[in-house]
């Protein structure tokens, strides 16, 4: 008996969960594939998706035919009204006899309206506005609920526009119409406002005349300028322009615009706003609405636009699909665009712009807004003027200058002067250097803070317009002539210094902070093309675009500090003229640590060089594809516009990325920025030294590691990688035979051709007129005299008229390029029977320039080697070598812009009468016109050009009160500029081969005079007495007495005058002024040996080692006798 019987006999169902076949004669190549368990979830699963479905098919089916139901009861619905509406107006034709059954259809309109399911809606919709239309002329059909009846009128014209499958003429002119006719009686909102403009014009193919109707009819109302200017956003047919400008109301639509943000816009929808905006008004900035809106949108605009460029010559549309559309930046104006931007560019209307920025003496608001808030405005709209328009930026500030037109107010720069110093923002910085950085990098500036910086800017611009036609008289506001003296008194130019200083100082040596980048210190990781990189660090800095300053559209802070470098510059300059400032006023030295200075710029410039050699590829490129392009500019540019927008576009993406390039070198080099913008914070012995360390580096890097030049010329003869012949052909090309009296074209002649490799050591054999070499070994010291006796022949000013005189004299006996020695060559050319186009004479015109450049490389080569010479070069000249600029050659005269001042320099007769004429009560008196009669050609042989100031009616133009300060200004240009540019430019390139420009750059015009011919101290005699080496029988011995001649010496030094002094000094160094920072900096030291004891023998010198043979006088009188004879004879080594 079984003990589990559980009283049923039926066998128990069993279930097979482990997936394996219970029958085991089964065929297991049968069975699905997989494990049972796997099978019998995946069987699970399928039946609960299935079951899921279905219950989705049934609710599906339950929705649809309801949806159904609805769609179907309300067709019903709908048809049913659509007859009760078509038998009411069945057997109408006029209007409706009230105003209550017109508003009863209207309503039974709007339930069934539906144009896209059913477009007999349209006609019913034109039926009903064609009657209703006919009522309003004789039933009154306003008040009440008439206006909210209107939208929906409107509203449904709008929808059958949009539902329209394909334009219907006459349909769409009746719907046109009824919308007109509906927009007219309704108060729009601005919402509603921008609403009914998207839909007509996103609405193709309208016809015209209804359209502009339709577009029209809002203009009534105030709010409705809101959408209008979504209308203006895009390109308008000449047409509506023109009707839209007799309908709009310019005063609303400029304030409509000024309220719009610029998120909301793209640039294309800016530029036509500014376009259609200029059009449609006209006005002048004295309307503040108007300047506020052309304001913002130029703003907008300024960095994706050039406004200056030709204008394609397109008409709007095709300008709009084919370029405005394909492009956001880097964007040039078709015609009809330009025309309207160069309105703005209106004198007499940037005349009177600051004219209500004066308080009103009434106390009454301007066009809506209080005085400040007007200053503001004007002061916005002529610094983006300014940003805009680049080339005419000089006009801009004249206008600005001179402010409104038959008014004795205070000049609009001393107004703002006055706003600019009491603003907090001014006063922040002017109280301390070192928290403007996070100033700067504000995020969410304050209204206050763009309206104080917005101020500040425009003054600067003005200001630094003013420093250039005002006189020292005038800028120290002691002029007898003058009407306006300086805007900034003196006693307040202290406090703007200091301004500018802490600002200028944190936007160069602070750049990566304010760039929110940190400069890469690992230079391994800069490999060529890594600016164009994501994953480099310097990507992050070429690609980032400057900041802006404030978050005001286009300011950049790269802008910005172009203005204040600029600005401080012309301060430095003229209180070194006139030291109205404390001596140490211009030093930051706080800033830095100075025990360590020098170091760390030598540092700064090792890296940088290193980083500018690793981006040289990349350079080469652009060059290459820069070429390209200018190669072929003139005949693509006969092409399609398209093509010439493209190509400006690719010009601006090299430019931007040349920037970007440059922020990153700024901040691989801080201090180095610093002296090339600002050197002033730094001492200028500091400056000297750092000079020189510069050469000594450029010098190991050129030379191997040798700078003593027979250790380098040892160093040439076993250069591994040179055969023999080629080692003597290098170290042939550094050696000259010079003959006397021709030192010039000797030294031209064999050295032209080695370009910077005159920064080589050099030998030199002199010889005299029979060809015998002069005694003496070249240990440095004939190289010197070579240096000082071409230098002193090519400044000749006696040379006799078969000559080149390359420099002339001012009436300080100063020199400056000759600026008619092109002219006198030509001159001389037609004498010998060459004409001005022949190969010959274009080859003498070479070499002339070639020369210049020959002596740029000689002036270069002493300041190279440290050589002092005794030349003195005019200020206005020098000041262009230090604003060359430039990385690695002094192309031209980059950065230097011509000044009133400057004239003094070069004619002080010029400068006098050009200020009468500045000052006089009417300059017509003097007859003048903006021709310049400049003499030409060899004495004898004059000729007199003439030169337009004013092309192309000069000659016809009188000078006039309102014009004379464009006069002064084109003179300066031309005396100080343009007349000696091929002379200036040729000199400045050969001087760039020897001395990096960005050297000279730390240096203004009277340093660097210093730096070319030493400290115009006079000579202390007690200084190089203590720094004199003795040798032979002088040399002191343990007594420390001197020997007796040497005694007499030093009395017979004490007691001359020291014109005297220098000669002696140039007889033994080659140069009559001591070294800049004393006479312990001579190298080699100043030296005294005896040559014997016969007195009779003159004394003489080693120059080579900066020694003085001095025979054994025992006679005051006798010793002072032959030294001065010596001194005197200009005999060079051969006097022995």
């Known amino acids: 008996m079984y003990q589990t019987f559980t009283g049923s006999g039926r066998r128990p169902r069993q279930v097979n969960l482990s997936g394996r076949p219970t029958n085991p004669f089964a065929n297991s190549t049968t069975a699905p594939g997989g494990s049972g368990a796997q099978q019998a979830v995946a069987s699970a699963q399928q039946d609960r998706i299935a079951r899921q479905q279905q219950r989705d098919r049934i609710q599906a089916s339950s929705r649809i035919q309801k949806v159904w139901r609805g769609h179907h009861t309300r067709r019903k619905t709908f048809k049913t009204w659509r007859q009760v509406w078509d038998d009411v107006e069945h057997n109408a034709h006029t209007a409706y006899p009230t105003s209550e059954a017109s508003l009863r259809q209207l309503r039974r309109l709007m339930l069934f309206f539906s144009p896209k399911a059913e477009p007999s809606d349209v006609k019913r919709l034109t039926w009903y506005g064609t009657r209703q239309i006919t009522t309003s002329e004789t039933v009154p059909c306003d008040g009440g609920p008439w206006p909210r009846a209107y939208a929906k009128l409107q509203a449904a014209c709008v929808a059958a526009l949009r539902a329209r499958s394909k334009p219907d003429a006459d349909t769409d002119r009746e719907v046109l119409g009824i919308l007109a006719y509906a927009a007219r009686q309704t108060p729009f909102t601005a919402r509603e406002a921008i609403a009914y403009y998207e839909a007509l014009t996103s609405t193709p193919r309208l016809p015209a005349e209804p359209l502009q109707g339709a577009l029209l009819a809002p203009l009534s109302s105030r709010a409705a300028y809101k959408g209008l200017v979504i209308l203006l956003g895009r390109p308008l047919d000449p ?64 960095d994706d636009v050039d406004f200056e460029s030709p204008a394609i010559d397109v008409d709007n549309a095709t300008f709009d699909h084919d370029i405005l559309s394909n492009m956001n930046t880097g964007l040039v104006l078709n015609t009809f665009l330009r025309q309207q931007v160069l309105t703005l560019l209106d004198k007499h209307k940037i005349q009177n712009l600051l004219s209500t920025t004066q308080p009103a003496s009434n106390g009454m608001q301007v066009g809506g807004h209080t005085g400040a808030e007007n200053a503001q405005i004007l002061a916005s709209y002529a610094l983006t003027l300014l940003r805009c328009f680049p080339r005419r930026a000089d006009d801009i500030r004249m206008w600005l200058h001179l402010g409104p037109t038959n008014s004795d107010t205070a000049s609009p720069t001393g107004y703002l002067w006055n706003a600019a110093k009491s603003s907090a923002t001014f006063n922040d910085i002017r109280s301390s250097s070192r928290g403007i950085v996070s100033l700067l990098q504000t995020t969410f500036p304050s209204q206050q803070q763009r309206d104080d910086w917005t101020v500040i800017l425009v003054f600067l611009e003005m200001f630094s317009f003013d420093l250039k036609i005002m006189d020292d008289e005038e800028f120290m506001g002691s002029s007898p002539h003058a009407k306006k003296n300086s805007a900034v008194p003196v006693a307040d130019v202290a406090s703007l210094v200091t301004f500018l200083k802490n600002l200028g100082f944190t936007l160069v040596y602070d750049a990566a902070e304010l760039n929110s980048t940190a400069p890469v210190r690992d230079l391994s990781a800069l490999q060529p093309r890594r600016f164009t990189s994501a994953s480099s660090s310097a990507t992050d800095l070429a690609d980032a675009k400057p900041m802006t300053v404030a978050r005001l559209p286009g300011l950049t802070t790269e802008y910005l500090k172009g203005v204040i470098t600029a600005l401080l510059r012309a301060l430095y300059e003229r209180d070194s003229r006139r030291h109205f400032l404390p001596r140490d006023h211009w030093l930051m030295t706080e800033r830095f640590d100075m025990s360590n200075f020098t170091r760390d710029v030598v540092a700064e410039e090792q890296s940088r060089k290193e980083v500018e050699s690793l981006d040289a590829e990349d350079k080469d490129d652009e060059s290459d594809e820069e070429d390209l392009t200018l190669s072929n500019g003139q005949s693509l540019r006969s092409g399609s516009g398209y093509a010439s927008v493209l190509r400006r576009q690719e010009a601006r993406e090299r430019a931007q990325k040349k920037a970007s390039r440059q922020r990153y070198l700024e901040a691989v080099a801080p201090r180095l920025e610093i002296l090339q913008n600002m050197p002033f914070f730094i001492p200028f012995h500091v400056r000297v030294q750092i000079f020189r360390e510069f050469v000594e580096l450029d010098q190991l890097k050129r030379r191997d590691g040798f700078l003593d030049p027979d250790m380098w010329r040892q160093s040439m003869m076993f250069q591994p990688q040179m055969n023999v012949p080629l080692r003597r052909d290098a170290l042939e090309r550094h050696h000259a035979k010079i003959k006397r009296t021709q030192e010039f074209q000797d030294a031209y002649e064999q050295f032209y051709d080695l370009g910077d490799a005159l920064k080589e050591p050099i030998q030199i054999t002199f010889v005299d007129k029979w060809d015998m070499p002069e005694a003496g070994i070249d240990g440095g010291g004939v190289t010197k005299e070579f240096l000082t006796s071409v230098i002193t022949q090519a400044f000749d000013q006696h040379a006799d008229d078969a000559h080149t005189h390359f420099f002339i004299e001012n009436d300080q006996h100063l020199l400056y390029p000759n600026p008619t020695s092109f002219e006198d060559a030509r001159i001389r050319l037609q004498e010998m029977g060459l004409k001005k186009d022949s190969a010959d004479a274009r080859e003498h015109m070479r070499e002339l320039q070639k020369q210049y450049e020959f002596l740029g490389r000689i002036i270069g080569k002493c300041l190279y080697e440290g050589i002092l010479i005794d030349v003195n070069f005019a200020p206005f000249f020098l000041k262009k070598w230090a604003l060359s600029g430039g ?56 000729e007199i050009i003439e030169v337009d100031l004013m092309p192309p009616n000069g000659a016809n133009t009188l000078v006039t009160n309102e014009n004379r300060l464009t006069y002064i200004n084109r003179m300066a240009a031309y005396k100080l500029q343009a007349q000696s540019k091929y002379q200036t430019n040729a000199f400045l390139r050969g001087l760039g081969d020897i001395i990096q420009p960005s050297w000279l750059s730390m240096f203004n015009q009277l340093e660097l005079q210093t730096l070319i011919g030493g400290s115009g101290a006079g000579i202390d005699v007690q200084d190089l007495r203590k720094n004199t080496l003795y040798g032979g029988t002088y040399q002191i011995g343990s007594d420390g007495q001197e020997h007796p001649s040497i005694k007499l010496f030093w009395k017979v030094m004490q007691t001359m005058q020291d014109e005297d002094r220098r000669k002696v000094l140039k007889f033994v160094t080659s140069t009559p002024r001591g070294p800049l920072l004393g006479f312990s900096h001579l190298n080699p030291r100043f030296s005294i040996r005896d040559s014997g004891q016969d007195e009779n023998r003159f004394p003489t010198t080693s120059t080579c080692v900066n020694l003085l043979k001095l025979p054994m006088y025992k006679s005051e009188k006798v010793l002072r006798e032959k030294l001065l004879a010596a001194v005197n004879s200009g005999a060079g080594f051969d006097l022995s």
């Open 239 to 302: 047409e509506l322009l023109q009707l839209l400008k007799t309908a709009a109301d310019p005063q609303v639509l400029s304030e409509a615009i000024a309220s719009l943000r610029d998120r909301t816009t793209s640039t294309r929808e800016r530029l036509w706003l500014l376009g259609n905006l200029i059009f449609l008004t006209g006005q002048s900035p004295s309307n503040m609405a108007f300047t506020a809106a052309v304001g913002r949108l130029l703003g907008g605009l300024a």
């Open 887 to 942: 990385s690695n050659s002094a192309t031209n005269e980059s950065h230097y812009r011509p000044t009133v001042n400057d004239l003094r320099e070069l004619d002080e007769s010029l400068y006098r009468g050009l200020l009468a004429v500045k000052h006089a009560e009417n300059a017509e008196a003097f007859d003048l016109t903006f021709v310049v009669d400049t003499e030409v050609g060899p004495e004898g042989r004059k």
